[in-house]
T-cell receptor, first 115, second 114 residues
Framework: AQSVAQPEDQVNVAEGNPLTVKCTYS??????LFWYVQYPNRGLQFLLK??????LVKGSYGFEAEFNKSQTSFHLKKPSALVSDSALYFC?????????????FGRGTQLTVWP | DVKVTQSSRYLVKRTGEKVFLECVQD?????MFWYRQDPGLGLRLIYF???????EKGDIPEGYSVSREKKERFSLILESASTNQTSMYLC???FGGGNQETQYFGPGTRLLVL
């Protein structure tokens, strides 16, 4: 079975401070991993993905994520948070051995960046 | 840029009505998906399609059906709308295989069933 856990419903951070949004996953094989962001009343926007290679993935808007196979984690990070980063963030996983292209999403983490 | 459009941003329907939600993508993607999003529950997959006229049930297909007559269009049908189907509905599309697994989402349709 494939699943994603985002252990924090909410993350609050002051502007300028580093932020981390946590994600752990479970797949039977090797994973593809994704982060998406959703602004109010909008669809999801793709941020970054891990397919293979370097464990540190850089994405849009200064975000990055680190794939850790031993801890089955893919935490989203940013060195200096902006108020405009406030949004709902979703982690997703797919077993690369699966023949169907569906993703499994976490429940989301609401990030609030205070000025 | 990939563009996924949904026919309505907001929709209000009455209990028992038949409701059609339309999704169109312009990137020749093989895969298309319908999700519903509810607070605290994240995204739940209703149905997906990996080719024209092909469909697969997701995690919560009850009360829904889908249609994919053309590659670019994927319709979600609520046969008889109920109040518990009030939700945000999101459509997505992706290429059929390899590393091109990124799903691209439409803006969503917020459906209220009275």
């Amino acid at each position: 079975a494939q699943s994603v856990a985002q252990p924090e419903d909410q993350v609050n951070v002051a502007e300028g401070n580093p932020l981390t949004v946590k994600c752990t996953y479970s797949v039977s094989g090797n994973p593809y991993l994704f982060w998406y962001v959703q602004y109010p009343n909008r669809g999801l926007q793709f941020l970054l993905k891990y397919i293979t290679g370097d464990n540190l993935v850089k994405g849009s808007y200064g975000f990055e994520a680190e794939f850790n196979k031993s801890q089955t984690s893919f935490h989203l990070k940013k060195p200096s948070a902006l108020v405009s980063d406030s949004a709902l963030y979703f982690c997703a996983v797919r077993d690369r051995g699966s023949t169907l292209g569906r993703l499994y999403f976490g429940r989301g983490t609401q990030l609030t960046v205070w000025p | 840029d990939v563009k996924v459009t949904q026919s309505s941003r907001y929709l209000v329907k009455r209990t028992g009505e038949k409701v059609f939600l339309e999704c169109v993508q312009d990137m020749d993607h093989e895969n298309m998906f319908w999700y519903r999003q509810d607070p605290g529950l994240g995204l739940r997959l209703i149905y997906f399609s990996y080719d024209v006229k092909m469909k697969e049930k997701g995690d919560i297909p009850e009360g829904y059906s889908v249609s994919r007559e053309k590659k670019e269009r994927f319709s979600l049908i609520l046969e008889s709308a109920s109040t518990n189907q009030t939700s945000m509905y999101l459509c997505a599309s992706s290429f059929g295989g390899g590393n091109q697994e990124t799903q691209y989402f439409g803006p969503g349709t917020r459906l209220l069933v009275l």
